[in-house]
């Protein structure tokens, strides 16, 4: 690959798209990756990781350098948001991040390994790059604070769809629609906080938008960013099928036919016929439920509940709502919680897991 200064590496801007699981973001980061001078990455979670030690450090020292880069593929998710799929040659990127120092700082540490993902080297002149991933949802301000030209594109989609769509694919811990439903509602009313609170910073993008008007809305994200629109990234999935099989090479063979059951889709162009598979998926208890629990927060985004609830069906399904929500906060402070705890403790939590799932 092309050798990056800290000078070139600083004037690469780096946004992000955030929202829920299963709204579209692995979509637009796919359209996004057409574009010869965009690199959109797969998910991990590095950042978040280091974010917390990294953070107020003036410089980088050598030792600060050999932390980061000896534990980036010991970071290893369940999920696959990890390195492993990247393709990165571990050996030029240490020698690239050693380049940097000693006048360097943590987001460029950060956007030289960007800059090593295996798409890179299909690309001459990367002038943007774009980080995918639902959980910086959580951590908005914090990348703001590290950041303050980074902005934000968060995908939108309809609760009922999102909600039937992670639970085939048991996105969340608890595979049930109560706590899935609570998700969506948290998710969904930090956004619209967020955009409320950084009106220039965060754009609010539909999925349904983007599945039926694509062009218009890739347009408009493109000026967002200040990306100059190219044609080709509306056939993103006629050369998509390197990256699909490189992603799935690098996976056991349990995350690769998870990872083909999530993203085989990206394979042809927008459909929409996913629009309306949730009325399929989905039981009357079900939808209820979620009208219920997602009900205020999908009509100020525009999605009208299906059922109008009476007070009798409320007080019989109050339980659920309750105890899902119960479960849906402890989950969610755990996990904002984490990424504050020291670093070292988390890096010994993360090779214990991975000892113990090898």
Not at 174 to 198: C, D, M, P, S
Request: proline share 4%; with cysteine; net charge positive.
């Amino acid at each position: 690959m092309q050798p990056y200064t800290v000078k070139k590496i600083n004037n690469i801007p780096f946004h992000y798209i955030i929202g829920i699981e299963r709204s579209g973001t692995t979509l637009l980061s796919h359209i996004l990756n057409a574009h010869p001078q965009v690199l959109a990455t797969q998910e991990a979670r590095f950042m978040l990781h280091y974010w917390q030690y990294f953070k107020d450090l003036p410089t980088i020292s050598n030792e600060d350098l050999d932390l980061f880069f000896k534990h980036l593929w010991q970071i290893k998710e369940i999920d696959a948001t990890d390195l492993r799929i990247w393709g990165i040659d571990k050996s030029e990127l240490y020698q690239q991040l050693r380049t940097l120092l000693p006048n360097t700082h943590f987001l460029s540490l950060c956007k030289m390994v960007y800059l090593h993902y295996f798409m890179a080297a299909t690309k001459t002149d990367i002038q943007f790059i774009i980080d995918k991933n639902p959980l910086y949802t959580l951590f908005v301000e914090n990348w703001i604070a590290q950041d303050p030209n980074a902005k934000f594109v968060a995908l939108i989609r309809d609760y009922r769809a999102n909600i039937a769509s992670r639970l085939k694919h048991q996105i969340d811990p608890i595979v049930k629609v109560g706590f899935t439903a609570a998700k969506w509602k948290y998710y969904n009313e930090r956004i619209l906080q967020l955009q409320k609170k950084y009106p220039q910073k965060i754009k609010l993008v539909y999925f349904e938008d983007l599945i039926t008007n694509t062009e218009k809305v890739v347009k408009n994200i493109c000026t967002f960013w200040g990306i100059v629109f190219k044609e080709e990234m509306l056939q993103y999935y006629k050369n998509n099928q390197t990256h699909y099989q490189q992603t799935q090479a690098a996976l056991s063979e349990q995350e690769a036919a998870q990872f083909r059951a999530m993203h085989g889709n990206l394979q042809s162009p927008p459909s929409k016929k996913v629009l309306g598979k949730w009325q399929q998926q989905l039981s009357n208890f079900e939808v209820y439920l979620a009208d219920w629990i997602c009900g205020d927060t999908a009509k100020r985004m525009g999605y009208m509940p299906t059922n109008k609830l009476h007070l009798a069906q409320k007080i019989k399904w109050l339980p659920y709502k309750y105890w899902y929500a119960f479960l849906f906060t402890c989950y969610i402070n755990w996990v904002q919680v984490y990424f504050y705890l020291p670093l070292k403790w988390r890096l010994w939590k993360k090779r214990k897991e991975n000892r113990m799932s090898s």
